[in-house]
């Protein structure tokens, strides 16, 4: 929680500054919020979601400094000067080409592990280990989709890959870094 | 009027695309308030007996906890059970949380502690000292299978299994080929992403704006006037998107009663939000036992069939399904006996889950089926080809529509099917052994009454209401596409708005009906629309339409032609003007055809094809091919009407081979009950899945010809694989999941 929440309870709060999407955030933040609910409970960011809180289902999944990372295992004061963006930072105006797949591809239904599975997505373009179908079904299990579009998922990150779906911006490399 | 198919038919993108692809969309636990409260479940540690002392003291002292609410000062609620129970509750007595000190299943909530934040609440829920006089948990289905009873009173939209016709256990006696088994479904849980969560917004003298997970979100408002003596006025429910249902989100669940009565009592916004763990703490597939057995000629035709089923239920509820009903349907055969009957155990009560019964049923036919198969050396599919049912014989109606043998026939040609070789352990790739199965798959066709409404806006835009939710099943766009077909418009020009009490009342969201219901009453209300227009045009001075005929109209690209010569003509804007409106507005109200009922059957069918591989050694089964060729009536859209058979074929690969709730019985608790341990299928388990919509014609059976897509999809898929395993490896399953230790036992 914020110190300016006007909370007496926290258990003493700590400085941290992380920049979000972008934007320099200068915070206190007492050393049990997970950086997951920083974002969902403080900031408003509630694109990232929270399905298990056990790191075992992907939906809370954001970049950190470069690297996709389960934001409920991650305190946020571990995260002190690091570079978050989730998936509202993703793109401004038009959609990020992983994006624009996903809608293209019907990659998602209810939505819900959506913005996980896209930031999942996008850093794993830029890990550059994915170079095949069964590459893409591995790196992305650790996204679970219970409405089951993972076939739809697949598409969508091969499409990416293979630069059809317009072109592929540098703001892939932007977001991931 | 003539409504062209420009877009119905079509594959269209997700209007509600966008939002969820950018994090726009907002689920239940999202909304907030400037006073929102949070509140933390505290679970049961047992599973039966009685709370003697529940200690709060330490949790209430903690700065921030704002108060935790026990049985011992809840606030007063409904007496009777009536006004606990939502619209498809099924017969007995609803739990009702904090009620009282009594424990009556595993993981039941014993307190809410409500905090300023979050990790407040959950810091104080872990101070909450609760200490009880423990019984002994009576949750094993085999040991009370002797108990079994059938449901004296029956759920309402429940079939109870059809009378006998002929006599099965003669036949079966007589008959030259003699097959009786035991098949056994696991408990699953629905496990949506989104856990369950209401944020109840305090609106000030008594009235509440509630954001629930809920699959309809009347049943909401209904459950919380009738519990907390509210009136419907005075509760508004809003739920524009729900994170996955499969049937959890039918019935309300407790964190909304906990979150209300939170709200009423300290006269301020909560929200409660379940963790996984409590997931595992309501409404399940449960447990069923049952028995088949065929008796058949050499050929393989049907003489004779039994089904029973035994399945788990609460103490205080008696949930009901149809498990069986679908063995006197999918096949011709003259004698058969069905049986459904409960068990009581406890746990909470079973809810629907994705094809609540077909599920389970199915895969007991179909793998005896295939079964019957190897008994008469006759190729599966074939052997359903010579059983296949022209009629229901077991209501003695003729089907609305029935083009299974047209799903059988495409999915095995895509499949390849003929090139299979008939005896198990013939086919190989490396050193997997290689398996194909299939079977078949049925659910009803049903159609429910529904409300919607049509408005066309002053800048010629549609928008289209109804209260029902799209639980990522495509409603949003399929509405909006019957409607820019009705008035002639660009689907970017019509929007459509769900889930709220506000909007005209729609079903909730399940049965596969939704498109059928809410997709008729839209086509209703934008007809009306279209009247009221061409009144206005017909009546303009000098119209190009003042002798034509409603019936004789088409709307195209804004404007009113008449379809024989479109050069006569009325733009839509010119006749709203003449008509001196800003909008014309429309509510309609559809309702099923009873006659046609009384008349038909109405039923989808698919048939599944699956390829295992099969490792023998480690005892891996992986799926790498599935054909799903499905009769499902008029398809509104081609992509989201894919992937929702694609969702429902990969959670059938998930009961068929991962998914299972394991309680341990000294305990009476589901042991795995987080997504680490309750395996759901990943990314990597699911391989090549192609979907068929076969055509099938139907007039009877909705307005639209639609029947419903959200469960076919599971249908048999799990009967497919275990199929396609005993092909591979010569070993037949006959529980599901299909687990390793299964494997190499």
């Known amino acids: 929680m914020l110190s300016d929440s006007g909370s007496s309870a926290s258990p003493g709060t700590i400085p941290v500054t992380l920049t979000v999407n972008g934007q320099e955030r200068r915070l206190r933040v007492a050393p049990w919020t997970t950086l997951l609910d920083l974002l969902r409970e403080e900031l408003d960011l509630t694109g990232t979601k929270k399905g298990c809180d056990h790191g075992q289902c992907g939906a809370c999944t954001v970049i950190v400094d470069g690297k996709r990372i389960n934001s409920c295992l991650a305190l946020a004061v571990q995260k002190d000067g690091a570079r978050v963006t989730t998936i509202e930072g993703l793109s401004s105006g038009s959609l990020h080409p992983v994006q624009a797949a996903f809608l293209e591809h019907d990659a998602f239904q209810c939505g819900y592990c959506t913005p996980g599975q896209i930031m999942s997505a996008v850093a794993l373009i830029e890990e550059g280990r994915a170079r095949s179908r069964d590459e893409i079904r591995e790196h992305m299990s650790g996204n679970i989709c219970r409405c089951g579009a993972y076939a739809n998922i697949v598409d969508a990150v091969e499409d990416v890959l293979k630069g059809k779906s317009s072109s592929r911006s540098s703001s892939v490399r932007e977001a991931a870094e | 009027m003539a409504t062209p198919s420009r877009?119905?038919?079509?594959?269209?993108?997700?209007?509600?695309?966008?939002?969820?692809?950018?994090?726009?969309?907002?689920?239940?636990?999202?909304?907030?308030?400037?006073?929102?409260?949070?509140?933390?479940?505290?679970?049961?540690?047992?599973?039966?007996?009685?709370?003697?002392?529940?200690?709060?003291?330490?949790?209430?002292?903690?700065?921030?906890?704002?108060?935790?609410?026990?049985?011992?000062?809840?606030?007063?609620?409904?007496?009777?059970?009536?006004?606990?129970?939502?619209?498809?509750?099924?017969?007995?007595?609803?739990?009702?949380?904090?009620?009282?000190p009594e424990i009556v299943y595993g993981g039941q909530p014993v307190a809410l502690v409500v905090a300023e934040s979050f990790e407040l609440a959950r810091h104080g829920a872990s101070l909450v000292k609760v200490t009880y006089d423990e019984e002994v948990p009576n949750t094993d289905l085999e040991k009370n299978r002797g108990a079994a009873y059938v449901p004296p009173k029956k759920r309402s939209g429940i079939k109870p299994p059809p009378d006998p016709r002929g006599d099965a256990a003669g036949a079966f006696d007589k008959a030259p080929i003699q097959l009786r088994q035991e098949y056994r479904q696991a408990i699953e849980h629905h496990n949506p992403m989104e856990p369950h969560a209401s944020t109840v917004v305090y609106e000030g003298e008594g009235k509440l704006t509630i954001h629930d997970k809920i699959q309809g979100v009347n049943n909401t408002q209904g459950y919380v006037c009738g519990v907390f003596n509210l009136k419907p006025d005075d509760v508004r429910v809003i739920t524009p998107y729900v994170g996955g249902g499969f049937g959890s989100g039918l019935r309300p669940q407790y964190q909304l009663y906990l979150a209300v009565a939170a709200a009423l009592d300290l006269k301020r916004s909560v929200r409660v939000v379940l963790t996984r763990d409590q997931m595992f703490t309501f409404g399940y597939r449960p447990e069923t036992v049952q028995t088949v057995a065929l008796g058949a000629d050499r050929d393989g035709r049907l003489q004779a069939l039994t089904h029973d089923a035994v399945a788990g239920t609460s103490t205080f509820e008696d949930y009901q399904e149809a498990v069986v009903n679908w063995s006197g349907l999918l096949y011709h055969c003259p004698n058969v006996t069905l049986d459904y009957k409960l068990a009581k155990i406890d746990t909470y009560t079973p809810s629907d889950m994705r094809a609540p019964g077909a599920v389970t049923g199915i895969f007991a036919l179909e793998s005896a089926m295939d079964e019957l198969a190897y008994a008469t050396g006759v190729d599966p599919l074939e052997l359903r080809l010579r059983n296949y049912a022209e009629r229901d014989e077991g209501e003695g109606k003729d089907f609305t529509s029935k083009a299974l043998r047209a799903a059988y026939e495409q999915g095995a040609a895509r499949f390849g099917w003929s090139k299979r070789k008939a005896e198990p352990r013939a086919m190989r790739d490396g050193r997997e052994l290689v398996g194909w199965g299939m079977a078949t798959g049925v659910w009803e066709a049903m159609m429910m009454?529904?409300?919607?409404?049509?408005?066309?806006?002053?800048?010629?835009?549609?928008?289209?209401?109804?209260?029902?939710?799209?639980?990522?099943?495509?409603?949003?766009?399929?509405?909006?596409?019957?409607?820019?077909?009705?008035?002639?418009?660009?689907?970017?020009?019509?929007?459509?708005?769900?889930?709220?009490?506000?909007?005209?009342?729609?079903?909730?969201?399940?049965?596969?009906?939704?498109?059928?219901?809410?997709?008729?009453?839209?086509?209703?209300?934008?007809?009306?629309?279209?009247?009221?227009?061409?009144?206005?045009?017909?009546?303009?001075?000098?119209?190009?339409?003042?002798?034509?005929?409603?019936?004789?109209?088409?709307?195209?690209?804004?404007?009113?032609?008449?379809?024989?010569?479109?050069?006569?003509?009325?733009?839509?804007?010119?006749?709203?003007?003449?008509?001196?409106?800003?909008?014309?507005?429309?509510?309609?109200?559809?309702?099923?055809?009873?006659?046609?009922?009384?008349?038909?059957?109405?039923?989808?069918?698919?048939?599944?094809?699956?390829?295992?591989?099969?490792?023998?050694?480690?005892?891996?089964?992986?799926?790498?091919?599935?054909?799903?060729?499905?009769?499902?009536?008029?398809?509104?859209?081609?992509?989201?009407?894919?992937?929702?058979?694609?969702?429902?074929?990969?959670?059938?690969?998930?009961?068929?081979?991962?998914?299972?709730?394991?309680?341990?019985?000294?305990?009476?608790?589901?042991?795995?009950?987080?997504?680490?341990?309750?395996?759901?299928?990943?990314?990597?388990?699911?391989?090549?899945?192609?979907?068929?919509?076969?055509?099938?014609?139907?007039?009877?059976?909705?307005?639209?010809g639609v029947k419903g897509l959200g469960e076919i999809g599971i249908v048999g898929a799990a009967a497919a694989v275990a199929n396609a395993v005993f092909h591979a490896t010569g070993k037949r399953v006959r529980e599901l999941p299909i687990t390793i230790d299964k494997i190499l036992a």
């Open chain 2, 7 to 100: 877009y119905v038919g079509t594959a269209q993108s997700r209007q509600d695309g966008p939002a969820k692809v950018t994090g726009a969309a907002k689920y239940a636990a999202e909304f907030t308030a400037p006073d929102l409260a949070h509140g933390v479940v505290v679970s049961s540690a047992i599973a039966k007996g009685r709370i003697t002392a529940i200690d709060t003291r330490a949790a209430e002292a903690v700065p921030g906890v704002i108060k935790v609410l026990t049985h011992e000062n809840k606030p007063r609620t409904a007496w009777l059970d009536y006004n606990y129970r939502d619209q498809v509750a099924p017969p007995g007595s609803p739990f009702r949380a904090l009620n009282g």
């Open chain 2, 449 to 704: 009454q529904s409300s919607a409404s049509a408005t066309l806006m002053p800048d010629g835009k549609l928008e289209l209401a109804c209260s029902t939710a799209d639980l990522g099943t495509g409603t949003y766009t399929i509405l909006s596409q019957i409607g820019a077909d009705a008035l002639g418009l660009d689907l970017d020009r019509v929007t459509t708005r769900l889930g709220d009490t506000a909007l005209p009342e729609a079903p909730l969201a399940g049965g596969s009906w939704t498109a059928a219901s809410s997709g008729a009453a839209v086509q209703a209300a934008c007809r009306k629309v279209a009247e009221t227009l061409f009144g206005y045009a017909r009546g303009m001075a000098d119209s190009a339409l003042a002798n034509a005929d409603f019936a004789h109209v088409t709307f195209a690209d804004g404007e009113i032609r008449l379809q024989t010569d479109p050069s006569r003509k009325v733009g839509i804007a010119d006749a709203m003007r003449a008509g001196g409106v800003a909008t014309v507005e429309a509510t309609e109200t559809v309702k099923p055809s009873m006659l046609t009922a009384m008349r038909y059957s109405a039923y989808t069918h698919s048939a599944v094809f699956a390829e295992v591989k099969v490792d023998e050694e480690l005892g891996v089964v992986r799926v790498t091919r599935v054909v799903s060729a499905i009769a499902a009536g008029k398809i509104l859209n081609l992509k989201t009407a894919r992937s929702q058979i694609l969702g429902g074929v990969v959670m059938g690969i998930g009961a068929a081979l991962e998914e299972e709730s394991m309680l341990d019985h000294n305990l009476g608790r589901i042991m795995n009950h987080n997504l680490g341990e309750y395996h759901v299928p990943v990314n990597a388990d699911i391989h090549d899945i192609e979907v068929i919509f076969v055509d099938e014609h139907d007039d009877k059976v909705s307005p639209l």
